[in-house]
């Protein structure tokens, strides 16, 4: 990753992995998201994270889709690879390939099967560095590992060139306040935020933007909330940060389970006609009754609307009526 690129900010979605079957990438599908987002203003692409399902996916589907997303980012957008494994041994060769298809770096997510006391996951991190051939970020996501990257030692691999920044979904705003003040001690550190609730808090405070699921399917409205709160128009922010929430609340809870943001955000995606709304096991996609739900709610957020009259790539989400 070249300095003109760094440090990274703004909205960077965490894509999510169209797929037509088991270990089958929508390909098609892919591409017109892919091109969908960056068209909305997008600043870089994050490609299998937590909304990628990465974990579920085959190292073979993985790599698949590295390949084709790369292939249509065109060097567009800086592209972000999350790389959620066990194994020191194949997050090395997964970045490897990353690189050689185009990304400009990583994302390494704690080791989540061992329990880890934090001078281990310091050590971890320090010899898989040595070996990484793209700079990289630290994912911290305790809900989902186990496992947190705690302050201290965050600090200490600061001294660690390739380390660039963090992203952090703990939903911790205390944690998140003191990453900002780490970020000072370093030139080009990026420090960004997971929860999309919080992205325009995030910037206030300091931060450098989100990685907003949301953003897959209304790219240019987190972009402007995001420059917004860059330009500190808090009327501003008060009025878009009123639609997002009004969009996660309508889209990710509606499914039972805890990972119900993820079924809402490819439902919808599959009602616009982006990409297919199928998940990879062991997750499933939402019944029908919910799937009309979701539907209905974007009717009301107006998003149909909105990509017919202005295009798929730039929505904004309708006022609710007061009646």
């Known amino acids: 990753m070249t300095d003109t690129v760094l440090p990274l900010k703004g909205i960077i979605p965490p894509l999510v992995t169209p797929l037509l079957g088991r270990d089958e990438i929508d390909v098609d599908g892919t591409r017109r998201l892919v091109d969908h987002v960056i068209e909305g203003g997008v600043h870089g692409l994050f490609i299998l994270g937590t909304s990628g399902e990465a974990p579920s996916l085959s190292h073979k589907t993985q790599q698949e889709f590295i390949q084709i997303a790369c292939e249509q980012i065109q060097g567009r957008v800086p592209v972000l690879v999350g790389i959620t494994d066990t194994s020191m041994t194949e997050s090395i060769e997964f970045a490897k390939f990353s690189q050689s298809c185009g990304a400009d770096a990583v994302v390494l997510a704690t080791p989540y099967y061992f329990p880890m006391h934090q001078q281990d996951l310091k050590r971890y991190i320090e010899e898989m560095a040595a070996e990484l051939p793209l700079p990289f970020l630290l994912y911290n996501m305790p809900s989902h590992t186990k496992v947190s990257y705690e302050i201290g030692t965050i600090e200490s691999l600061m001294k660690l060139e390739k380390f660039i920044g963090v992203k952090d979904s703990s939903a911790d705003m205390l944690y998140y306040n003191k990453l900002i ?89 599959g009602f616009t006609g982006l990409c297919s709304d199928r998940l990879c096991e062991p997750l499933y996609e939402m019944p029908e009754e919910r799937k009309q739900v979701i539907h209905q709610h974007m009717s009301d957020l107006g998003l149909f609307e909105s990509m017919r009259t202005e295009g798929i790539a730039s929505q904004g989400i309708k006022k609710k009526s007061n009646s």
């Not at 420090?191 to 399917?217: C, H, K, R, T, Y």
């Not at 501003?236 to 805890?258: F, I």
């Open 181 to 269: 003040e780490l970020k000072s001690e370093r030139e080009n550190f990026t420090v960004l935020v997971g929860p999309e609730e919080l992205m325009a808090q995030s910037v206030l405070m300091g931060g450098d933007g989100g990685i907003s699921g949301g953003a897959n399917l209304a790219p240019s409205l987190y972009v402007s909330l995001y420059e917004a709160a860059v330009t500190e128009d808090l009327r501003e922010v008060h009025r878009l940060q009123h639609q997002v929430l009004r969009l996660s609340k309508s889209l990710y809870e509606v499914g039972a389970a805890p990972t119900g943001y993820l079924a809402g955000i490819k439902t919808a995606l």
